[in-house]
């Protein structure tokens, strides 16, 4: 059963959020691993605090009512092929109950309007395997992301 609530909210992550953030990490991590997967979480929070202390890097969460129902985070790379600085999503997951909701649409939403801040040219995102993860691979491609081989893009410059 999904939840439909027109009034999510997407913010930045602070250093207050680590641990519902790694929480969530973990549960993406047991689903695409299939398998419960234990993360350090004291490793893991002092790992999200330093991505959440670096500028060039991001973390933002979704959140419906205080909850934290999702999560995206996303760091800055550089390279020659890209044509400079752009965005590498790392980790991406909303609960199961708020999928097609319009949360992780909410979540790229707000990194496009970071990549455009920070000038990157691209966002890219490694796909699942696609005879597991169809959905996931359809859903980047409704959002404009293009198969570069096994990773996707999403241009972004103007």
Not at 16 to 36: C, G, P
Not at 49 to 60: A, G, K, L, V
Not at 131 to 153: A, H, V
């Amino acid at each position: 059963m999904s939840i439909v609530n027109l009034n999510y909210k997407i913010k930045r992550a602070e250093l207050k959020d680590s641990y519902s953030i790694v929480i969530l990490v973990q549960s993406l991590l047991s689903e695409l691993h299939k398998k419960d997967v234990d993360l350090n979480l004291e490793c893991s929070v002092e790992v999200c605090s330093r991505i959440i202390e670096n500028d060039d890097n991001r973390i933002f969460i979704a959140l419906d009512k205080g909850k934290v129902i999702g999560v995206i985070t996303v760091v800055q790379s550089m390279a020659i092929y890209a044509g400079g600085r752009f965005g590498i999503i790392n980790e991406f997951y909303v609960l199961p109950e708020y999928r097609s909701c319009g949360v992780g649409n909410l979540l790229i939403e707000e990194t496009v309007k970071l990549g455009k801040s920070k000038e990157w040219h691209r966002i890219e995102v490694g796909a699942p395997n696609e005879n597991n993860w169809q959905r996931t691979i359809d859903f980047y491609i409704r959002e404009n992301f293009t198969p570069i081989g096994p990773r996707l893009k999403k241009d972004i410059s103007c």
